[in-house]
């Protein structure tokens, strides 16, 4: 008869406690998945409203502003609410939403004149305008779509000079 003493391998308390201390690390493993998912969707969202405020940007360095011959395609915003006209035409108007695959992003452009009042920070000339292109979107939050009405933002700044 063989002694119970020189028995190799394990009992079954010892299975049972492994299997517990598995399925509890499993469990906070599998809680952790939609908060990585969430961060994976958030950065996915900021970079999309990042790409497309600086692609308005470009639109915008693009667009003629020079003084001889007087061209002015870029225009000036009458408030911090209001898209920028040139000549009564809207230059830059507000996208609520913009164009598909990006349905869910808004994008506004702001530009003033650095020649009024205080200017653009420390500078005032007349030969600046400083362009501010908003784009908006509404965030996933740990449990979803964050609530109606709250949004975050990728906000680009830029100071242009006339040509």
Sequence with gaps: MHSLMNQ???????????????MVALVALASAIPISAY????????????????????????????????????????????????GGTTTFPDESPVAAPYAQFTRTVRITD???????????????????VTVSYRPLTGRGQ???????SAIVTLVVARR
């Design 8 to 22: 190799k391998g394990m009992t079954v308390p010892e299975i049972l406690a492994a299997v517990v201390v598995i």
């Design 114 to 132: 650095c020649g009024l009042g205080a200017g653009c920070g420390a500078v005032v000339d007349s030969a600046l305008r400083q362009v501010t």
């Design 39 to 86: 961060g994976i969707q958030e950065g996915s969202q900021l970079t999309t409203a990042t790409f497309l405020a600086n692609q308005r940007m470009e639109q915008v360095k693009l667009s003629a502003w020079t003084e001889t011959p007087p061209v002015d395609k870029i225009g000036l915003s009458a408030s911090s609410t209001a898209a920028p006209l040139s």
């Design 146 to 152: 964050a609530a109606t009405g709250s949004t975050k």
